[in-house]
Nanobody
Framework: VQLQASGGGLVQTGGSLRLSCAAS????????MGWFRQAPGKEREFVGA????????DYADSVKGRFTISRDNAKNTVYLRMNSLKPEDTAVYYC????????????????WGQGTLVTVSS
């Protein structure tokens, strides 16, 4: 699976962004999808995951209630809607695909996108 993330940019505190991740190469609906992020000087961390049908999602505590993951299997795309952004959300955001459902920092997803930078100014 090839993954292409987009939608990052500069936003003020309290603002919103929607990231997209377009998949190609294999049957998108066969894969669980996740979002991760890595801030400068920090380890990569789990943001959220979504089941193959889109009916189930999980989120890191740090983003719960502010971020929403969704997917459109007809468009081979997964989204990350980010509201009420904070400066600590500044990071490179990565989408990833996995054959097994996994949520958490320790997940080793099969395929990764190239990342898109989100910068939240204070």
């Amino acid at each position: 699976v090839q993954l292409q993330a987009s939608g990052g940019g500069l936003v003020q505190t309290g603002g919103s962004l929607r990231l997209s991740c377009a998949a190609s190469g294999r049957t998108f609906s066969n894969y669980y999808m996740g979002w991760f992020r890595q801030a400068p000087g920090k380890e990569r961390e789990f943001v959220g995951a979504i089941s193959r049908s889109g009916g189930s999602t999980d989120y890191a505590d740090s983003v719960k209630g502010r971020f929403t993951i969704s997917r459109d299997n007809a468009k081979n795309t997964v989204y990350l809607r980010m509201n009420s952004l904070k400066p600590e959300d500044t990071a490179v955001y990565y989408c990833a695909a996995h054959r097994i459902y996994c949520s958490g920092d320790g997940c080793q997803y099969d395929y990764w996108g190239q990342g898109t930078l989100v910068t939240v100014s204070s």
